[in-house]
T-cell receptor, first 113, second 114 residues
Framework: AQSVAQPEDQVNVAEGNPLTVKCTYSVSGNPYLFWYVQYPNRGLQFLLKYITGDNLVKGSYGFEAEFNKSQTSFHLKKPSALVSDSALYFCAVRHSNTGKLIFGQGTTLQVKP | KAGVTQTPRYLIKTRGQQVTLSCSPISGHRSVSWYQQTPGQGLQFLFEYFSETQRNKGNFPGRFSGRQFSNSRSEMNVSTLELGDSALYLC?????????????FGQGTRLTVV
């Protein structure tokens, strides 16, 4: 079955430190991968996507993600975390047959001052 | 450019009732998808509409239905509400179908079934 896994329910980092939110996927064919962020009582906001090309994708708010085909991973990264980055982060992959988005369970990022 | 608009934002219904949620996509977007978000199940795909046709459907009972109008606005209907239907319902619009272009989400409708 095609799926996405976010192995960490919560990630805690200190402000100014680098952050990584992990995502692995299982999909047939070439993956189309996305990261979204959700703030409390809000919808999801698009951060970045990988379709093809450079394995390092840059997105909104200073976030980037690294696509690793051999490890089937698409980890979200930021060199220097901000308290305002605290939110719920979702990784998603496009289902290769239906085209629908399959979301991971989400990872809560907590950035402490 | 206006974003995705969902109405109402909050809704309280009684078991057995039915409810209709509305979604207005970003201007020019023809694809609308619906998701249910709950703490236990996370984000689950309900269905996708493109040019008034349902393109994909998730694993939800027939009580959940939807439609899309010629102006791309979409409605989702849930009949015979159950307590377990309490959730945040999110609508997303995108330029095309097939999940290749990024989806833009509305703020959601928080449905509480009592």
């Amino acid at each position: 079955a095609q799926s996405v896994a976010q192995p960490e329910d919560q990630v805690n980092v200190a402000e100014g430190n680098p952050l990584t939110v992990k995502c692995t996927y299982s999909v047939s064919g070439n993956p189309y991968l996305f990261w979204y962020v959700q703030y409390p009582n809000r919808g999801l906001q698009f951060l970045l996507k990988y379709i093809t090309g450079d394995n390092l994708v840059k997105g909104s708010y200073g976030f980037e993600a690294e696509f690793n085909k051999s490890q089937t991973s698409f980890h979200l990264k930021k060199p220097s975390a901000l308290v305002s980055d605290s939110a719920l982060y979702f990784c998603a992959v496009r289902h290769s047959n239906t085209g629908k988005l399959i979301f991971g369970q989400g990872t809560t990022l907590q950035v402490k001052p | 450019k206006a974003g995705v608009t969902q109405t109402p934002r909050y809704l309280i219904k009684t078991r057995g009732q039915q409810v209709t949620l509305s979604c207005s996509p970003i201007s020019g977007h023809r694809s609308v998808s619906w998701y249910q978000q709950t703490p236990g199940q996370g984000l689950q795909f309900l269905f996708e509409y493109f040019s008034e046709t349902q393109r994909n459907k998730g694993n939800f009972p027939g009580r959940f239905s939807g439609r899309q109008f010629s102006n791309s606005r979409s409605e989702m209907n849930v009949s015979t509400l159950e307590l377990g239907d309490s959730a945040l319902y999110l609508c997303a619009s995108s330029l095309g179908t097939g999940g290749i272009t990024e989806a833009f989400f509305g703020q959601g409708t928080r449905l509480t079934v009592v």
